[in-house]
T-cell receptor, first 114, second 113 residues
Framework: DAGVTQSPTHLIKTRGQQVTLRCSPKSGHDTVSWYQQALGQGPQFIFQYYEEEERQRGNFPDRFSGHQFPNYSSELNVNALLLGDSALYLC?????????????FGDGTRLSIL | GDSVTQMEGPVTLSEEAFLTINCTYTATGYPSLFWYVQYPGEGLQLLLKATKADDKGSNKGFEATYRKETTSFHLEKGSVQVSDSAVYFCALKKGSGYSTLTFGKGTMLLVSP
């Protein structure tokens, strides 16, 4: 049973560019959340998708947007990249109707902005 | 808002030493509490969880007890191994399954032979 998979593993971009990160949730999971983890910090919540809609959003600007597809996979898009966007981007999936259900994480995409 | 505070690291121990990593939280209501571990170059792995007061979560020799009176969820292990070297994150989640995780800043553990 495959867990959460993310692609690409690493990515290098320059300021002002746009990037798309991808995530496939664990089998049986229908909710996808995205987190940003800066070096030496804990993950910060970006947004969560369920039934192809953004359900919750953290304190991130509109440059960060996302999408969820009918097969529950998800994309994170970041426009007008800034140096401060350099981080590990983590995708987590869960089953939405399970109260104590933990979120399962992928290995992340390491984004470096030059 | 909700928050999680962890002891700062790194925590440096010799193999077979006793481990405690402190975690306290601030939240309204009754959150579920989690410990995640992150090995170098990897994502987060769930280590253990507790969903109500006085619950004890345990896994791979690690334990943590949900103490509502002290709003704490300290991680302990009786005898650490070199392979336990990693960053440990305490986190909380409130409400139903679609709620999100709030993480602490993480505590690095370094175990030497």
């Amino acid at each position: 049973d495959a867990g959460v998979t993310q692609s690409p593993t690493h990515l290098i971009k320059t300021r002002g560019q746009q990037v798309t990160l991808r995530c496939s949730p664990k089998s049986g999971h229908d909710t996808v959340s995205w987190y940003q983890q800066a070096l030496g910090q804990g993950p910060q919540f970006i947004f969560q998708y369920y039934e192809e809609e953004e359900r919750q959003r953290g304190n991130f600007p509109d440059r960060f947007s996302g999408h969820q597809f009918p097969n529950y996979s998800s994309e994170l898009n970041v426009n007008a990249l800034l140096l401060g966007d350099s981080a590990l981007y983590l995708c987590a999936s869960s089953v939405t109707d399970r109260v104590e259900q933990p979120q399962h994480f992928g290995d992340g995409t390491r984004l470096s902005i030059l | 808002g909700d928050s999680v505070t962890q002891m700062e690291g790194p925590v440096t121990l010799s193999e077979e030493a006793f481990l405690t990593i402190n975690c306290t939280y601030t939240a309204t209501g009754y959150p579920s509490l989690f410990w995640y571990v992150q090995y170098p170059g990897e994502g987060l792995q769930l280590l253990l969880k507790a969903t109500k007061a006085d619950d004890k979560g345990s896994n791979k020799g690690f334990e943590a007890t949900y103490r509502k009176e002290t709003t704490s969820f300290h991680l302990e292990k009786g005898s650490v191994q070199v392979s336990d070297s990693a960053v440990y994150f305490c986190a909380l989640k409130k409400g139903s399954g679609y709620s999100t995780l709030t993480f602490g800043k993480g505590t690095m553990l370094l175990v030497s032979p």
